[in-house]
């Protein structure tokens, strides 16, 4: 994006013989380069919160996972494959989701590969890796993940979407042969 207001900006400023035309594209040059570091530090902010949110399942806090979201936020597996939850409603509903899975495994690491706040900086996109560590020395289940978050105007998640292979998944939990 920079790269193309940069473009633009030369392009206009060979174009300009006038000088109060010259001012004008001075401003906008200046409003377009405020625009830009309001909308890096939006998605800065946002991709910190994403951030936050694997660090709050992996140190199984589940007061801090829950507060990253909004009253009225969304968590959606659209992989489910009716093996898992499909997801939650609300901030209560997502409480509801989490609490019972800290007590079925010895723990959880997620490790970001890619982190992208996209055009609208309100919209995070997380590619990464999940480990977790089955309790009784079961071994570990794996997958690899795409997420995204939607955030608010006050930087609460409004929708999660957790995308992972659910065939993966189906074999870590001993549930392949339930696959329809």
Known sequence: MRILINIAIVGLFFSCSDSEELKRLEREVHQLKED??????VGDKNKTSARAFFKALESENLDILVNLFAENALHINPYHSDLFPKGAKGRQGIRAYWRPVFPNFAGMTFHIE???AMENPNFVFVKYKGDIKLKNDAGVYSNDYYSTFKFDQAGKIIEYVEIFNPIVAARGFGLLAEIK
């Open 36 to 41: 830009q570091t309001r909308i890096t530090a």
């Open 114 to 116: 890619e982190i992208y």
